[in-house]
């Protein structure tokens, strides 16, 4: 699996996870519960990770809900 985006935002990480369900493409929320190890400071960002395969699909879910800025660069590619 890889990151589609990090974020802090628990509001953003649930409306990315319903766009994403609705989709039916699997994906798994990294690092919700560190939360517990930082004391609840919100320091540790949360990832939503997708099957390589369904970046794509995922990718285009996330520029059509205008969310296009909270995406992780692609691995090999240069964040602009």
Do not use: C, Y
Request: charged letters at 30%; zero cysteines; proline letters at 5%.
């Amino acid at each position: 699996m890889i990151p589609l985006l990090r974020t802090n935002d628990v509001v953003l990480i649930s409306f990315v996870e319903a766009l994403l369900k609705d989709a039916g493409i699997p994906h798994i929320v990294l690092d919700g519960n560190m939360s517990v190890v930082e004391g609840s400071l919100g320091i540790i960002a949360r990832r939503v990770m997708v099957d390589e395969d369904d970046r794509p699909a995922a990718v285009r879910l996330m520029i059509d809900a205008g969310l296009e800025h909270e995406l992780a660069p692609e691995k090999g590619r240069k964040q602009s």
